[in-house]
């Protein structure tokens, strides 16, 4: 399995232009997580879905910040429009449910830059 | 609310000494705990949990953990650390089994 996937690795846009970030979860795995990590507060879970439906979003910012999950294998991350304090390393994780607490497989990241 | 407190913000070790990253959580029901490590430009991988049973846990990499109720604390330990260590260290605290919430990390430097 290739594991998650994130696109792109690095992003570098303007202030107040529209960013995208993308994720493709492990194949049968149901809940899909998006983190923020920066230096000063650390990793933050965003938002996170469970069978393409967001179950919590109130880590999400602000309402520049959306999630999409439109089926099981892709979801995005879309902020718009986009501020210098955005900038953070995003990741994506992904996990399916058993009887016991499952591990979340993270993504190598999306690194965002914002000037 | 449940909250997690990684006690070093960066721990600086000599090769092949032993180490322990320190990790503390507040819940007030049962929780599980975890420990994923991140290496430079790398997402989080998982080291080793807790879910129930024996408190003591070993996971990857000779890592391993002891969950003590009565002190709140999930500390990590390796008897003898390589170069190859060299990371940052999450803990982890779940309640409901599957939103998880991160101490702050500590960075963990072998030295040779």
């Known amino acids: 399995d290739a594991g998650v996937i994130q696109s792109p690795r690095h992003e570098v846009t303007e202030m107040g232009q529209e960013v995208t970030l993308r994720c493709k979860p492990i194949?049968?795995?149901?809940?899909l997580f998006w983190y923020r990590q920066t230096m000063m507060r650390g990793l933050e879970l965003l938002i996170y879905?469970?069978?393409?439906?967001?179950?919590?979003d109130s880590g999400m910012p602000e309402d520049r910040f959306s999630a999409k999950m439109p089926n099981a294998s892709f979801s995005t991350l879309k902020i718009q429009p986009s501020e210098p304090r955005d900038s953070a390393v995003y990741f994506c994780?992904?996990?399916?449910?058993?009887?016991?607490?499952?591990?979340?497989?993270f993504g190598p990241g999306t690194r965002l830059t914002v000037l | 609310a449940q909250s997690v407190t990684q006690l070093d913000s960066q721990v600086p070790v000599f090769e092949e000494a032993p180490v322990e990253l320190r990790c503390n959580y507040s819940?007030?029901?049962?929780?599980?705990l975890f420990w994923y490590v991140q290496y430079p430009n790398q997402g989080l991988q998982l080291l080793l949990k807790?879910?129930?049973?024996?408190?003591l846990v070993k996971g990857i990499n000779g890592f391993e953990a002891e969950f003590n109720k009565s002190q709140t604390s999930f500390h990590l330990r390796k008897p003898s650390v390589h170069i190859s260590d060299t990371a940052e260290y999450f803990c982890?605290?779940?309640?409901?089994?599957?939103?998880?919430?991160f101490g702050a990390g500590t960075i963990l430097r072998v030295k040779s």
């Open positions: 994780a992904s996990s399916f449910w058993d009887r016991e607490i499952h591990e979340q497989f």
């Open positions: 807790y879910l129930s049973g024996s408190t």
């Open positions: 194949s049968g795995h149901d809940y």
């Open positions: 879905f469970n069978n393409n439906v967001p179950i919590d």
């Open positions: 982890a605290v779940s309640v409901y089994g599957n939103k998880l919430v």
């Open positions: 819940s007030s029901v049962s929780v599980y």
